[in-house]
């Protein structure tokens, strides 16, 4: 789970029109999905919505949601109301699955940490992260508890990318692997399926093309979503770490919230536009649509390679 104690934790893994590669056999299963912190839940989902992600579950006043995108998911949470001391603007990264104890036996194989326990809605837990932090895993909520489900038809194009400042690639990647994700080089846009994955020769030259760029993608299977590491950028970056205010919970591991789509950049930067949001479309050695969300934090959708 979050590390908030209510039913709003709970979540359910994205999906897509396209066709997805399976994991492996044994594999963990997970989903990226970002916990966004914010000060205006409504707005914050109606911007999601607008770029093409689908409401999956919301509280009747889309006081909190779920939102589905083609490939990974996001879940909005009110700062007001964080038992954990979250700002709005903050984002934890965390996953979904479809059985938190599968997930949980898959990444103990791995030699990783997790704790699994039972909450009113679901089994939920928590994955030890590289340097002791807190990812947390939240099982497919079945029982909506009194909140309402919707039909999510998100746009196929549109993938989610949790951003996490990085200054070690290799150790992170590495790490990462053993969740299921691995660089586009070793093993394609849908994952390792069939390839050596991130300890693989194929992922050993990624790592190292990205020490030197700045930057490194690691794709999970089917519609699991994106895990980009950024090198540590001066006055941008927020800490990669956060500690919420309960003591029995460990730092979380924070990242920025970003996306990708194959839809043309122009025509969603017009689109956004013509929505009231002041999107520009940015050109250069990276080209991007940059558009503030309600929290004024400034959201990037690079292209999908």
């Not at 083609?70 to 038992?83: I, L, Y």
């Amino acid at each position: 789970m979050t590390p908030e104690t209510t039913p709003e934790n709970a979540a359910s893994a994205a999906g897509t029109d396209a066709a997805p590669v399976a994991p492996a056999v044994g594999a963990p299963e997970l989903t990226v999905f970002p916990l966004r912190f914010t000060a205006d839940p409504r707005a914050m989902i109606a911007f999601l919505v607008e770029l093409g992600m689908a409401r999956r579950i919301t509280a009747g006043d889309d006081g909190f949601g779920e939102l589905r995108a083609g490939a990974g998911a996001v879940m909005v949470h009110a700062a007001s109301t964080s038992a954990t001391g979250a700002r709005a603007g903050t984002t934890d990264l965390c996953m979904a699955t479809p059985s938190a104890d599968r997930a949980a036996e898959a990444l103990e194989r791995e030699g990783i940490e997790v704790t699994v326990w039972d909450e009113s809605y679901g089994r939920q837990g928590m994955i030890t992260g590289p340097d002791g932090e807190g990812v947390s895993l939240n099982e497919d909520q079945v029982d909506l508890y009194g909140y309402e489900g919707h039909d999510a038809s998100p746009d196929p194009r549109l993938h989610v990318c949790a951003v996490l400042s990085s200054e070690d690639f290799g150790r992170d990647a590495r790490w990462l692997g053993r969740l299921g994700f691995a660089p586009a080089a070793a093993g394609g846009p849908g994952g390792a399926d069939g390839a050596d994955g991130v300890d693989g020769v194929d992922g050993e030259k990624a790592i190292a093309s990205a020490e030197r760029s700045g930057w490194l993608e690691l794709h999970g299977p089917g519609s699991a979503g994106i895990i980009g590491l950024h090198a540590p950028m001066a006055g941008r970056e927020r800490t990669r770490r956060a500690s919420p205010e309960m003591p029995d919970l460990p730092p979380t591991l924070q990242v920025r919230l970003g996306l990708e789509t194959s839809e043309d950049l122009e025509a969603l930067t017009a689109r956004l536009r013509s929505a009231g949001h002041d999107a520009r479309l940015v050109e250069g050695a990276v080209r991007a649509v940059h558009v503030p969300d309600p929290d004024g934090i400034e959201v990037e959708i690079h292209p999908l390679p």
